[in-house]
Every structure is written in structure tokens, then in C-alpha cells.
């Protein structure tokens, strides 16, 4: 059975056949040219760089390139990385590209499944009315978009099934605490993130859009509200969509995290926590995942740069 990149162990050679993830072609201090590269499997990514690189090799080993990866996986300032010997273009008609791109641990078809049961469960209908006209404009988008660049969910679907785990977090919640509007609840959780497929590109070559750079996700999916609203001839000024709005706008929860506005409402600040909670353990176990049982992780930049004990 072949290994894959979570498999290898520290000081282990590596030999395996993965995707490029990222590749910049840089001049390094000694005044020769290297390639900074993040490969890519199923299981998970690795850095590492191929020196005394060609402008040849930066146009081979470009991003989407499948190659045969040969080094001994090190530690540089205590994350994991391959130090390169060999690196081999591959044939992309020739490969299966399911064995290099990590996606979302459920199958797209039982995610949109799970929705339309949880569509059913927002019964404000004006609420009901703007989550589905926007799952159904960016359906094929929210079902293939990254939910991140790097820190969480940051794989092909991984939108979609963050934002399942926070209903799914938000259904049991709602259950304990009757005194929660579970439909608001439920209504922001599934559009919190929404902006993200105009704000990212891709699941690949995963980047911030012009858009995204200049406005964020939050901007971006209140703007879409906005004009659902005015296509559905629901009235912005109601209680209902100001709500609404003020679910999204807050779930960051700082103003120097992003938010407009800190939260106000009970469901909005409960939104804040369990996106915040489903994020991070997302990155906590992306971390434990590459490391070895009784050693600390890497350290995880989202969670303030803190590493984690890998228990038994």
C-alpha cells in the first residue's frame, strides 16, 4: 500500500507521487534561485524547496503539477518539511486526481442532502426565502469552495462542511437552550461564511480575489442579502432582515477581527462561539494529524501560535 504524506515520520525518505499546491520562484540571500513549494495529497501538505531552481523549473513545477516527490522529511523551526533530492514531472492524464486533492471527509451529495432538511428547520420565511434563493445562485460554488486560504477547512468542500458542522453545532444548542431562535440561528450559521466563494478562489490554488482583498467575506455576503432582499421584495427595514444582517455582520465578534459590529443578540453571539469553536478544532486536529503521539504540534499561527500535545 502506497504512503501518503501524513504517513512519514521525521528523518523518514520520502518517495510519493503529489500535487503542487503553491510554487514561487524566489532569489535566495546567497544569490541563487529557489523554488518555495507546498505539495499535496489527500492526507495533507508539506513545504519544502528545490534550490538551484530554472526558470524552466518554475514553469514545470507549477501549481496543479503532479510530480514524484523524493527528500527526507525534516522539522524547520518545528514544522514539519521535505528536504528535496529529487522532483519528477508526472503525467496528469495518467493519475487519478482524487488521490492529491484533500476534500471534505463527506461525499458532496449527502451535504446537500443534510441542507435541504436543514432549510426545512428555518421557518421565518423570509429568512427561509434569502438562504435559498443564495444556495441555489452559488449552489455548485458553495459546494466546492475552500472555506479558508490556510487556517481552517482549507481543502475542496471545506466551506460547505464548516458550515454543516456549525448548523449541526447550532441544532444541539438550540435544543438545550429553548430561549434561542433556532431559525436565526440556524439561518445565520448557513450564510455566515457564505462570502467566502467571492472573497477565495478556488480549492487549488487557493487565493484572495481583488474583491476579497478590498471588501472580506463579511462585506460581501451582506451585500448578496441585500440584493436577494430587493429580488424577493422583502423588505430591508423589517425586524426580520435586520436581524438577519446583524447575524452576519457580528460573527467575527471583535472590530479588529473584522466584524462591523460586536454581537447584540443572543443567537449572534452564540454564532461567534460556535464558528470559533468548530474553526479551531479544525486546526487543532489538521496539527495533531502530522504529529507523533507524545510530542507537541507545530505551532498553529490561527490559535495564537500555540502548539499542541498529541495524547495516546
Given amino acids: 500500500m502506497s504512503k501518503h504524506i501524513i504517513d512519514f515520520n521525521n528523518g523518514e525518505t520520502m518517495s510519493l507521487e503529489v500535487i503542487i499546491k503553491r510554487s514561487d520562484f524566489r532569489l535566495a540571500k546567497n544569490g541563487k534561485n529557489f523554488l518555495s513549494l507546498v505539495f499535496e495529497d489527500k492526507s495533507g501538505q508539506i513545504p519544502g524547496k528545490y534550490w538551484d531552481a530554472s526558470e524552466e523549473d518554475a514553469k514545470n513545477y507549477h501549481v496543479g503539477a503532479i510530480v514524484q516527490l523524493e527528500g527526507r522529511r525534516d522539522l524547520y523551526q518545528g514544522k514539519p518539511q521535505v528536504n528535496i533530492t529529487r522532483l519528477g514531472l508526472l503525467d496528469a492524464d495518467t493519475v487519478d486526481m482524487s488521490q492529491f486533492v484533500q476534500t471534505a471527509p463527506m461525499k458532496r451529495v449527502d451535504m446537500e442532502n443534510e441542507f435541504e432538511d436543514v432549510f426545512l428547520q428555518i421557518t421565518n420565511g423570509a429568512w427561509n426565502r434569502i438562504v435559498r434563493y443564495l444556495f441555489k445562485k452559488y449552489h455548485d460554488q458553495f459546494f466546492t469552495s475552500a472555506a479558508a ?164
Avoid: W
Avoid at 457564505?194 to 478590498?214: P, Q
Avoid at 455582520?249 to 443578540?265: A, F
Avoid at 507545530?298 to 495564537?304: K, Q
Fill in 149 to 312: 486560504k490556510s487556517n481552517h477547512h482549507d481543502f475542496q468542500g471545506g466551506l460547505a462542511f464548516h458550515t454543516l458542522s456549525m448548523v449541526r453545532m447550532a441544532e444541539k444548542i438550540a435544543d438545550l437552550y429553548p430561549q434561542i431562535n433556532r431559525a436565526l440561528l440556524i439561518a445565520g450559521a448557513c450564510l455566515h461564511d457564505f462570502g467566502k466563494i467571492i472573497e477565495l478562489t478556488g480549492s487549488l490554488d487557493i487565493e484572495y480575489t481583488f474583491e476579497g482583498n478590498m471588501l472580506g467575506h463579511i462585506t460581501i455576503v451582506d451585500e448578496e442579502i441585500v440584493k436577494a432582499a430587493t429580488d424577493l421584495d422583502i423588505s430591508l427595514e423589517s425586524e426580520d432582515m435586520i436581524l438577519l444582517r446583524h447575524m452576519i455582520l457580528s460573527h467575527h465578534g471583535l472590530l479588529e477581527y473584522g466584524s462591523p459590529e460586536r454581537p447584540k443578540i443572543l443567537e449572534a453571539e452564540v454564532l461567534h462561539n460556535i464558528d470559533m469553536m468548530d474553526a479551531s478544532i479544525n486546526m487543532i486536529t489538521k496539527a495533531l494529524d502530522k504529529t507523533e503521539d507524545g510530542k507537541f504540534s507545530e505551532r498553529v499561527f490561527g490559535l495564537d501560535n500555540r502548539s499542541f500535545y498529541k495524547h495516546s
